[in-house]
């Protein structure tokens, strides 16, 4: 089974502050990565596809890189509305895993 | 429209079964893989289990492995996720989610099961 090591399991940012988001794999799964935005009592949406491809109707300030076992997301510039726990998922091979989920809070 | 339409909320005692339905609509019913994937009330997502509703081939987690079983009824386009056993670990939110990470990634609204005695 595939690991996925998600950092940091939480974060204080402000508005208009640059996060970064980072998943380990425990081993190589290509760009076989997804990322995806939870708020509370929603099921989760997706966001970044194959490691880097943005989801339709996601604002351009989400990026997501990496390849291999290395992955990061990135918002440029926190919104209001941007304050929602985040999780990676590997798909590469079954059974497939999530990262324990990054909770972005309000500074 | 497409839909995924989750089973209401079900309180089960220690021991018992539950039985959540997802039924599809606006799609192909055999076109797309179907996942299972809970959340435990302030936990992360674990993902469960997948079946292909063209075959009825289904892979499960080793954590779930003899406990889950995912079935489907192509009549009604509606794939089922059976737990046995129940715990109250097993308290979640359980989603039906169409082909996720995939082009076709659709998530259901949840089904929430509560096992209490």
């Known amino acids: 089974d595939i690991q996925m090591t998600q950092s940091p399991s939480s974060l204080s940012a402000s508005v208009g502050d640059r996060v970064t988001i980072t998943c380990r794999a425990g081993?190589?799964?290509?760009?076989?990565l997804g990322w995806y935005q939870q708020k509370p009592g929603k099921a989760p949406k997706r966001l970044i596809y194959a490691a880097s491809s943005l989801q339709s109707g996601v604002p351009s300030r989400f990026s997501g890189s990496g390849s291999g076992t290395e992955f990061t997301l990135t918002i440029s510039s926190l919104q209001p509305e941007d304050f929602a726990t985040y999780y990676c998922l590997q798909h590469n091979s079954y059974p497939q895993s999530f990262g324990q989920g990054t909770k972005l809070e309000i500074k | 429209q497409v839909q995924l339409v989750q089973s209401g909320a079900e309180v089960k005692r220690p021991g018992a079964s539950v039985k959540v339905s997802c039924k599809t609509s606006g799609y192909t019913f055999t076109t797309y893989f179907m996942h299972w994937v809970r959340q435990a009330p302030g936990q992360g997502l674990q993902w469960m289990g997948i079946i292909d509703p063209a075959s009825g081939t289904t892979y499960y987690a080793q954590t779930f492995l003899g406990r889950v079983t995912l079935t489907t009824d192509t009549s009604t386009s509606t794939v089922y996720m059976g737990l046995s056993s129940l715990g109250s670990e097993d308290s979640a939110v359980y989603y039906c989610v169409r082909d996720l990470a995939a082009a076709g990634d659709l998530w259901g609204p949840g089904t929430l099961v509560t096992v209490s005695s």
């Open positions: 081993q190589g799964i290509g760009i076989d």
